[in-house]
């Protein structure tokens, strides 16, 4: 599963973006879709999840009521939706797909296949 992750950008707090991830994969509909960031110096960190039919997702504290993961499967593609953006969300942003469901990926960080980054800069 190849994955091509888009949207990022330079922000200023309280502002939006939307990211978006295409998977080249015909099956993208069985997997398990899932957003991760890494800010410099720091560990990779868990964003959100969201399950094989879009209903079941899982959110990072740090970001829930914010950030909103939805797919749309007919393109293969997931997106990530962040609002109120902080300077803290600054970092790059990687998409991943996985076999599992949205808790284990939250829970264990993991994921089977994961794409090139895309940075997301929030200035204050």
């Known amino acids: 599963v190849q994955l091509q992750a888009s949207g990022g950008g330079l922000v200023q707090a309280g502002g939006s973006l939307r990211l978006s991830c295409e998977a080249s994969?015909?099956?993208?509909?069985?997997?398990?879709m899932a957003w991760f960031r890494q800010a410099p110096g720091k560990e990779r960190e868990f964003v959100a999840a969201?399950?094989?039919?879009?209903?079941?997702?899982n959110y990072a504290d740090s970001v829930k009521g914010r950030f909103t993961i939805s797919r749309e499967n007919a393109k293969n593609t997931v997106y990530l939706e962040m609002n109120s953006l902080k300077p803290e969300d600054t970092a790059v942003y990687h998409c991943?797909?996985?076999?599992?469901?949205?808790?284990?990926?939250?829970?264990?960080?993991?994921?089977?296949?994961w794409g090139k980054g895309t940075q997301v800069t929030v200035s204050s």
């Open positions: 994969e015909r099956a993208f509909g069985r997997y398990t």
């Open positions: 991943a797909a996985d076999r599992t469901g949205p808790n284990i990926v939250a829970r264990y960080r993991r994921a089977d296949y």
């Open positions: 969201v399950g094989w039919t879009g209903t079941n997702t």
